[in-house]
């Protein structure tokens, strides 16, 4: 069975700060996703990750993929108020874009 | 223009009762999905349907039917509801053959079961 865990699953930043977000999933996959939720809110995609060495980068986020050791990393510069959310990340189990295994989350504080 | 859109946004019901909610999507895509947000943010995938077709029926207890008249829209019906039933329902979108696209998710709907 597909695992799909991240850590850590609760992070208190101040701002300013770097930070990464780890997400180990358990069987061979090429396609990672991010996603953020806000409180109360839907989920809104950050980043689709789809080959070994794959980076992306949007503002403050940077999102990467090693399919070989079956690890992604979000990665947060200089962390500010406005990111602060529940990221997730999800495995696509079958590599056919539809069955998205989720991780647990990360929720994100950031604190002045 | 909301792209996915549910309906009800809450849900407050009773133990036994039947209730549906809805799901459209206006993006053209042609699957789509429901998934369950429990209590701890947990989410998990419920079903899926291509083209009006089944193609992802996890393991769900039979109280739960899905039903899609047509591809913009993807419903699901709860029988005999139980406590463990309130949770965030969440339906997402995609097109099946842009493989690699992200799912599109909809508001979610808050399932309160007393």
């Known amino acids: 069975e597909l695992k799909v865990e991240q850590n850590p699953l609760f992070l208190s930043m101040q701002e300013g700060k770097n930070y990464t977000i780890y997400c180990n999933y358990s069987?061979?996959?090429?396609?990672l996703y991010w996603y953020r939720q806000d409180p109360g809110k839907s989920l809104e995609s950050l980043f689709v990750?789809?080959?070994?060495?794959a980076v992306k980068q949007e503002g403050r986020l940077m999102a990467s993929l090693d399919t070989k050791a079956r690890l992604s990393t979000l990665h947060i510069t200089a962390a500010v108020h406005d990111l602060s959310a529940t990221y997730f990340c999800?495995?696509?189990?079958?590599?056919?874009?539809?069955?998205?295994?989720f991780g647990q989350g990360t929720e994100l504080s950031v604190k002045p | 223009d909301t792209a996915v859109s549910q309906t009800p946004k809450y849900l407050v019901t009773q133990m036994g009762n039947d209730k549906s909610i809805k799901c459209e999507q206006n993006?053209?895509?042609?699957?789509m999905y429901w998934y369950k947000q429990d209590s701890k943010k947990f989410l998990k995938i419920m079903f899926s349907?291509?083209?009006?077709?089944?193609?992802i029926n996890e393991t769900v207890p039979n109280r739960f039917s899905p039903k899609s008249p047509d591809k913009a829209h993807l419903n699901l019906h709860i029988n005999s509801l139980e406590l463990g039933d309130s949770a965030v329902y969440f339906c997402?979108?995609?097109?099946?053959?842009?493989?690699?696209?992200?799912?599109?998710f909809g508001p979610g709907t808050r399932l309160t079961v007393l």
């Open positions: 997402a979108s995609r097109w099946f053959a842009a493989s690699t696209d992200t799912q599109y």
């Open positions: 349907y291509n083209n009006k077709e089944l193609i």
């Open positions: 993006l053209g895509h042609d699957t």
């Open positions: 999800a495995v696509d189990k079958d590599n056919q874009g539809g069955k998205l295994i």
């Open positions: 069987t061979t996959s090429d396609r």
């Open positions: 990750l789809l080959s070994n060495g």
